[in-house]
């Protein structure tokens, strides 16, 4: 029997320009899992270089390594500072579900 030879994927290979990275952090925040959010923002910050990215947001290298993981559970004042380094913006739209009657109630 022939053997498969595999090797480990990387997204941030394949994340080569500001589309794909909005793209890929589109889906994560659509699917609504806070530790996938936070792992695609880790692999957009390693497309980048996590070095620029850490001296653009003001935050530690080896922090973000750690928070922008599978397991990290970064802050939302870490996140948003890694998304505006990135230059990228976090945006709101209503949802299909969200009634007229509801957004009324909103002042």
């Known amino acids: 029997m022939k ?13 080569t320009s500001a589309e794909d990275a909005v793209a ?3 889906a994560a925040l659509e699917a609504g899992e806070p530790q996938l959010v936070a792992a695609v923002l ?6 980048a270089g996590m070095s620029t ?7 530690g290298r080896e922090s973000l390594y750690k928070s922008l993981s599978v397991n ?10 890694v998304i ?5 913006r976090l945006r709101v739209s209503p949802t299909a579900g969200i009634s007229a009657a509801s957004a009324g109630n909103l002042r």
């Open 3 to 15: 053997r498969t030879t595999t090797r480990p994927w990387d997204p941030a290979d394949h994340l």
């Open 24 to 26: 890929y952090l589109d």
């Open 84 to 88: 505006e380094a990135l230059g990228l």
């Open 53 to 59: 990215v850490a001296a653009a947001s003001g935050l």
């Open 42 to 47: 880790g692999d957009i910050a390693r497309a």
């Open 72 to 81: 990290g559970n970064p802050e939302f004042a870490t996140v948003l500072k």
